[in-house]
């Protein structure tokens, strides 16, 4: 039983057909690269994995919570898989630590103690200990970005989603960002990741998926998918971003 | 006949402001409250309680406040509940400015980027708890200035009370004038009154305006 199990989903705007049949199945501990030129639906994809977007057809489960509609399922989903954005989404009324403690706090019901503690340790291990009390404006992107990454692993989900996270950094600061992600897959997290860097796919994930058109148009190996793919669309892009 | 100073005049207005300034105090706190009732309401998933808001909005800001007090207090009365000048004074003033605040508050939740709706749904808060911890706090900042600001609404419409009886400056000012025979004097010192009171309202909206657009700055 695939961690991750995605099948044949769809989902239309309108006219507009963004995900047309699209299935995917991802092992626990598994990193995966999403990659594909930009409306090919691979944003679209991560959203509807932990019910940002809704599906028209098809069915999305993680570790065994469906994708459903009610509050509770959409809640039972969210406990089992994290999400980082682009554009971070701290929450700025709140210092560094709060934001981690927060939804410990309030949806788990955990003891402040206990949230500070694992807040703390959630900090440390982006490397941003000492920042516990700042305020998220007060932080670089790249330290925001690691905070997000703190604060999802603060509700201990079985999978990191991560769509485009480097995208909206100054080029110097987009390393620091990916060696912490780096880290989580050592450490044998699930990883799913809407990407545009290309070296940081090929050396650390265990396979990528090329989307095209709303369709899993390539899935493999990365050394296999960048050496030699197989399709016209793939070359083009490859030969495009590299 | 009887003469009055014009510290009669002043001490009479001043007694009579009393009842403006509680008059507005009541409405800003009950509309406030019942304005939050409204934004939820506004903002809700439910198409019913969603639709009804917006009619009580539409309702409530597209006829004049002075019809809602005649409604309330002679429409009651038909029916032949007797509701005392200060009772319909609190009731219509309330029923309007919780249209207005309730708008205008849903403006300001509406003002918070969907970035934090998005990573609090995330996070696996409710709709409840993401309004308590991440939005509420957020558009508070931004809602005190114009709330303070249509605080000074309310008390200048707490003078269309005068005209069922209550007796606040307004109505005082009338009843001034009908003794003195001084309706220049009289409305002048009323005047001013208002201004006394609505003027530093709106330098301290004004104040918190640069404030927390200062601080949004960053």
């Given at each position: 039983?695939?961690?991750?199990?995605?099948?044949?989903?769809?989902?239309?705007?309108?006219?507009?057909?963004?995900?047309?049949?699209?299935?995917?199945?991802?092992?626990?501990?598994?990193?995966?690269?999403?990659?594909?030129?930009?409306?090919?639906?691979?944003?679209?994809?991560?959203?509807?994995?932990?019910?940002l977007?809704?599906?028209?057809?098809?069915?999305?489960?993680?570790?065994?919570?469906?994708?459903?509609?009610?509050?509770?399922?959409?809640?039972?989903l969210?406990?089992?898989v994290?999400m980082?954005?682009q554009?971070?989404?701290?929450?700025?009324?709140?210092?560094?630590?709060?934001?981690?403690?927060?939804?410990?706090?309030?949806?788990k019901?955990?003891?402040?103690?206990?949230?500070?503690?694992?807040?703390?340790?959630?900090?440390?291990?982006v490397?941003?200990?000492?920042?516990?009390?700042?305020?998220?404006?007060?932080l670089?992107?790249?330290?925001?970005?690691?905070?997000?990454?703190?604060?999802?692993?603060?509700?201990?989900?079985?999978?990191?989603?991560?769509?485009?996270?480097?995208s909206?950094?100054?080029?110097?600061?987009?390393?620091?960002?990916?060696?912490?992600v780096?880290?989580?897959?050592?450490?044998?997290?699930?990883?799913?990741m809407?990407?545009?860097?290309?070296?940081?796919?090929?050396?650390?994930?265990?396979?990528?998926?090329?989307?095209?058109?709303?369709?899993?148009?390539?899935?493999?190996?990365?050394?296999?998918?960048?050496?030699?793919?197989?399709?016209?669309?793939?070359?083009?892009?490859?030969?495009?971003?590299? | 006949?009887?003469?009055?100073?014009?510290?009669?005049?002043?001490?009479?207005?001043l007694?009579?402001?009393?009842?403006?300034?509680?008059?507005?105090?009541a409405?800003?706190?009950l509309?406030?409250?019942?304005?939050?009732?409204?934004?939820?309401?506004?903002?809700?998933?439910?198409?019913?309680?969603?639709?009804?808001?917006?009619?009580?909005?539409?309702?409530?800001?597209?006829?004049?406040?002075?019809?809602?007090?005649?409604?309330?207090?002679?429409?009651?009365?038909?029916?032949?509940?007797?509701?005392?000048?200060?009772?319909?004074?609190?009731?219509?003033?309330?029923?309007?400015s919780?249209?207005?605040?309730?708008?205008?508050?849903?403006?300001?939740?509406?003002?918070?980027?969907?970035?934090?709706?998005?990573?609090?749904?995330?996070?696996?808060m409710?709709?409840?708890?993401?309004?308590?911890h991440?939005?509420?706090?957020?558009?508070?900042?931004?809602?005190?200035?114009?709330?303070?600001?249509?605080?000074?609404q309310?008390?200048?419409?707490?003078?269309?009370?005068?005209?069922?009886?209550?007796?606040?400056?307004?109505?005082?000012?009338?009843?001034?004038?009908?003794?003195?025979?001084?309706?220049f004097?009289?409305?002048?010192?009323?005047?001013?009154?208002?201004?006394?009171?609505c003027?530093?309202l709106?330098?301290?909206?004004?104040?918190?305006?640069?404030?927390?657009?200062?601080?949004?700055?960053?």
């Amino acid at each position: 039983m695939p961690l991750i199990a995605i099948e044949d989903v769809k989902k239309s705007y309108g006219d507009n057909e963004v995900l047309k049949g699209i299935r995917l199945s991802v092992e626990a501990g598994e990193v995966i690269a999403i990659i594909g030129k930009s409306g090919s639906g691979k944003s679209t994809l991560l959203r509807c994995i932990n019910g940002l977007e809704t599906i028209d057809q098809g069915s999305i489960s993680v570790a065994g919570a469906y994708l459903g509609t009610s509050e509770l399922e959409l809640k039972t989903l969210r406990l089992k898989v994290g999400m980082i954005f682009q554009q971070f989404n701290l929450f700025p009324h709140l210092s560094v630590g709060r934001n981690v403690m927060i939804s410990p706090m309030i949806v788990k019901g955990m003891p402040e103690q206990q949230a500070r503690e694992l807040a703390k340790q959630n900090l440390e291990r982006v490397g941003l200990g000492q920042k516990f009390d700042s305020f998220p404006e007060q932080l670089s992107g790249g330290q925001q970005q690691r905070v997000a990454i703190a604060r999802a692993l603060s509700m201990q989900p079985q999978a990191l989603l991560c769509d485009e996270i480097t995208s909206a950094l100054d080029p110097e600061l987009v390393n620091e960002v990916l060696a912490v992600v780096r880290s989580l897959a050592d450490d044998g997290m699930t990883l799913l990741m809407v990407t545009h860097e290309m070296r940081f796919a090929r050396e650390v994930c265990d396979r990528v998926v090329f989307m095209h058109q709303g369709k899993v148009h390539e899935i493999g190996a990365p050394e296999e998918l960048f050496t030699n793919p197989k399709t016209p669309e793939l070359q083009q892009f490859i030969g495009m971003t590299s | 006949m009887i003469s009055f100073s014009l510290w009669d005049i002043i001490r009479n207005l001043l007694l009579a402001a009393r009842w403006t300034v509680l008059l507005s105090l009541a409405t800003f706190v009950l509309g406030g409250a019942v304005g939050m009732l409204v934004l939820f309401a506004r903002m809700s998933k439910r198409n019913f309680l969603r639709h009804g808001a917006k009619l009580y909005i539409e309702l409530f800001q597209g006829t004049p406040l002075l019809m809602q007090l005649f409604l309330i207090f002679f429409g009651l009365a038909l029916f032949g509940l007797e509701v005392p000048a200060w009772l319909a004074a609190g009731l219509a003033l309330t029923l309007w400015s919780a249209s207005f605040l309730g708008e205008i508050w849903r403006g300001c939740v509406e003002a918070i980027p969907r970035g934090q709706w998005e990573a609090s749904s995330v996070l696996a808060m409710g709709h409840l708890q993401q309004m308590r911890h991440i939005i509420l706090p957020q558009a508070l900042r931004i809602a005190i200035a114009p709330t303070v600001g249509f605080g000074v609404q309310v008390i200048k419409g707490t003078a269309v009370t005068s005209i069922i009886g209550f007796v606040e400056l307004s109505k005082a000012g009338t009843v001034i004038t009908n003794a003195t025979f001084m309706p220049f004097t009289v409305f002048a010192a009323v005047g001013f009154f208002y201004f006394a009171l609505c003027w530093p309202l709106s330098k301290y909206s004004q104040f918190l305006e640069r404030k927390f657009n200062a601080a949004h700055r960053h």
